[in-house]
């Protein structure tokens, strides 16, 4: 059963700051991942898609890497600005359809 | 930008009613899902459907749970008989045709769920 771990849970950084959020998994089965931004009690947003025969993604300041021998995935924002405060999901889809989401890590960017 | 939409936003219900969700898929997009979550807890899957069928349903999506897809544009989950749990965010997101590896999936805004 795949289980999907975010650490930190939350974290809180100086507007400018460059952001390092991680994402652990079990199942190196994957078929690929997906990172989300989740404002608060509003609907998911689709940042970055890796597949599962990619190293990373970028997307202008986002970068995702995918390391399926150790299990991990990260995502960088550079720059962080206010406006990147939010919870980040990452989830990811093996043998099915169906995603299955971490966590979350809680981002704040302090003006 | 095609999105996926909800309706309601927020739905309130008494213990042992029916509620249906509904939701209206990106247009050529052929597999259609619904996740839920509850307050403070991790996303999770309820089902998956294709082709008129579930193709992948999670042990929560239980005889209480069904989904539908009455025409060509809407798909909705029906709870028979809410419980105190059921209260959730409830997500539908769908994906267009093709390999899963290639294709990501959009996600709606939500449906507020709550069961008193």
């Known amino acids: 059963k795949q289980e999907v771990t975010q650490i930190p849970a939350a974290l809180s950084v100086p507007e400018g700051e460059n952001l390092v959020l991680n994402c652990s998994f079990t199942?190196?089965?994957?078929?690929?991942l997906q990172w989300f931004r989740q404002d608060p009690g509003k609907g998911l947003t689709s940042l970055l898609l890796?597949?599962?025969?990619?190293r990373e993604q970028t997307s202008g300041r986002l970068n995702a890497s995918l390391d399926k021998s150790s299990g991990r995935s990260t995502l960088y924002i550079a720059a962080s600005q206010p406006g990147d405060s939010a919870t980040y999901l990452c989830a990811f889809q093996t043998a099915g359809n169906k995603l299955t989401f971490g966590g979350g890590t809680r981002v704040l960017v302090k003006p | 930008e095609p999105e996926v939409t909800q309706t309601p936003s927020h739905q309130v219900t008494q213990m042992g009613q029916e509620v249906i969700l509904r939701c209206v898929p990106i247009?050529?997009?052929?597999?259609f899902y619904w996740y839920r979550q509850i307050l403070g807890q991790k996303v999770e899957f309820l089902v998956s459907f294709y082709n008129n069928e579930i193709s992948e349903k999670s042990e929560i999506f239980d005889d209480q749970f069904s989904v539908e897809r009455p025409d060509g544009s809407n798909f909705t989950l029906k709870i028979r008989s809410t419980k105190l749990e059921d209260s959730a965010m409830y997500f539908c997101?769908?994906?267009?045709?093709?390999?899963?590896?290639?294709?990501?999936?959009?996600f709606g805004p939500g449906t507020r769920l709550t069961v008193l």
């Open positions: 997101a769908s994906r267009p045709w093709g390999a899963s590896s290639y294709n990501e999936q959009f």
């Open positions: 890796i597949q599962s025969s990619q």
């Open positions: 247009s050529n997009h052929l597999y």
């Open positions: 199942d190196s089965a994957i078929y690929n």
